[in-house]
T-cell receptor, first 110, second 116 residues
Framework: GENVEQHPSTLSVQEGDSAVIKCTYS??????FPWYKQELGKRPQLIID?????GEKKDQRIAVTLNKTAKHFSLHITETQPEDSAVYFC?????????FGAGTTVTVRA | DAGVIQSPRHEVTEMGQEVTLRCKPI?????LFWYRQTMMRGLELLIY????????DSGMPEDRFSAKMPNASFSTLKIQPSEPRDSAVYFC??????????????FGPGTRLTVL
């Protein structure tokens, strides 16, 4: 089955700086790559996603890039704010089944 | 829409007891997923349904776990008998079938299960 690896496991950044989280996947047939944010004690919520026919997607301060050849994708958060502190999960999917990475705990220092 | 609804939100039980978790997906969604989240294993897909039919239960850990979806608006995840290692947060999620498989999964608030 699909194996998704996510790095780093924890990330501490100064407010206003950028944060980058990287993921690799194993199944070349995966074609959908969502990113979920989970605040403490809350449910995971989709923040951005990218499809296999797109190399990059941006939504305000968040961007995701995908390299299908290398089988890796990344989340970029610019101008980080305290409310960006959370656990971020990448995932890879084919046929509706999501395989999640282990998560990255992001802490934004004021 | 109220979103995905799960009950109970918290469950504390003793080892050996039967536990039933419940989920109501978003109205009109035709996919339903059950996940388990622990610190050690992260978010794991247990089983998912399409139009009330189980499609993939390869993530169900063992025979003590069973899931049903008797109709489009209700699903249960049952653990019998429960064990301390089943302690986790169990999430239900639903999605609407779209072209290909590019469909957002909407998560419920989760059920925090503690087995003593």
């Amino acid at each position: 089955g699909e194996n998704v690896e996510q790095h780093p496991s924890t990330l501490s950044v100064q407010e206003g700086d950028s944060a980058v989280i990287k993921c690799t996947y194993s199944d070349s047939a995966s074609n959908y790559f969502p990113w979920y944010k989970q605040e403490l004690g809350k449910r995971p919520q989709l923040i951005i996603d990218i499809r296999s026919n797109v190399g990059e997607k941006k939504d305000q301060r968040i961007a995701v890039t995908l390299n299908k050849t290398a089988k890796h994708f990344s989340l970029h958060i610019t101008e980080t704010q305290p409310e960006d502190s959370a656990v971020y999960f990448c995932a890879a999917s084919k046929s509706y089944k999501l395989s999640f990475g282990a998560g990255t705990t992001v802490t934004v220092r004021a | 829409d109220a979103g995905v609804i799960q009950s109970p939100r918290h469950e504390v039980t003793e080892m050996g007891q039967e536990v039933t978790l419940r989920c109501k997906p978003i109205s009109g969604h035709d996919y339903l997923f059950w996940y388990r989240q622990t610190m050690m294993r992260g978010l794991e897909l247990l089983i998912y349904f399409n139009n009330n039919v189980p499609i993939d239960d390869s993530g169900m850990p063992e025979d003590r776990f069973s899931a049903k979806m008797p109709n489009a608006s209700f699903s249960t995840l049952k653990i019998q008998p429960s064990e301390p290692r089943d302690s986790a947060v169990y999430f239900c999620a639903s999605s609407l079938e779209a072209s290909g498989a590019y469909n957002e999964q909407f998560f419920g608030p989760g059920t925090r299960l503690t087995v003593l």
